[in-house]
């Protein structure tokens, strides 16, 4: 069964410093989301993503991020200056276009950690 | 006013028994509901979606929704030690081609041998 994938799993960065997060949604999906959970609270929507360009993006979402579907395949979430409150899991979910359940797909997650 | 609010847990049960999570929601415009279930350190995993009015079956799991209250619950029967987790309530809010999702806080489920 197709899966949504993400890499790193874990990463590692001082403060101030630019990360990118990468993920591989479903093949035919055209929907693109990114979540994170801080430690302890709950999920919180960044983003979505469909037809290469934002459709909507939340408080958090603000101008030190970026997203971008490069090529075919890819999605990635760019944090630009990193801070210490966004050490967070950071969630790419997918959905098929027209899907009458527009369920979400979650991928693995990655592990910000800013010291 | 939060945007979906689950009860707060953590919920304990015995290994057999029913398991009952509750959710309400804020907006009336919401279209489609999910439940997530997620273990620690890992991502959402989706258990149930519904859409009307009513009880959906799959299994052991039981999703009821009744849109008129703004509200959606979850039935866990013959609950076993691999359903202990931390279940999520999820909102869908359409607006155009988006559909983005709305967590509650979610609900911790032990289930003790």
């Known amino acids: 069964e197709p899966e949504v994938t993400q890499t790193p799993s874990h990463q590692v960065t001082q403060m101030g410093q630019e990360v990118i997060l990468r993920c591989v949604p479903i093949?035919?999906?055209?929907?693109f989301y990114w979540y994170r959970q801080i430690l302890g609270q709950k999920v919180e929507f960044l983003v979505s993503f469909y037809n290469n360009e934002i459709s909507e993006k939340s408080e958090i979402f603000d101008d030190q991020f970026s997203v971008e579907r490069p090529d075919g395949s890819n999605f990635t979430l760019k944090i630009r200056s990193t801070k210490l409150e966004d050490s967070a899991m950071y969630f790419c979910?997918?959905?098929?276009?027209?899907?009458?359940?527009?369920?979400?797909?979650f991928g693995p997650g990655t592990r910000l950690t800013v010291l | 006013q939060k945007e979906v609010e689950q009860n707060s847990g953590p919920l304990s049960v015995p290994e057999g028994a029913i398991a009952s999570l509750n959710c309400t929601y804020s907006d009336r415009g919401s279209q489609s509901f999910f439940w997530y279930r997620q273990y620690s350190g890992k991502s959402p995993e989706l258990i149930m979606s519904i859409y009307s009015n009513g009880d959906k079956e799959d299994g052991r799991f039981t999703a009821q929704l009744n849109k008129a209250s703004q509200y959606v619950s979850l039935l866990i029967r013959d609950s076993q030690p691999s359903d202990s987790a931390t279940y999520l309530c999820?909102?869908?809010?359409?607006?155009?081609?988006?559909?983005?999702?709305?967590f509650g806080a979610g609900t911790t489920v032990t289930v003790r041998a």
């Open positions: 979910a997918s959905t098929p276009r027209d899907s009458p359940t527009d369920t979400q797909y």
């Open positions: 999820a909102v869908s809010h359409r607006r155009s081609n988006d559909y983005k999702l709305s």
């Open positions: 093949s035919n999906h055209l929907y």
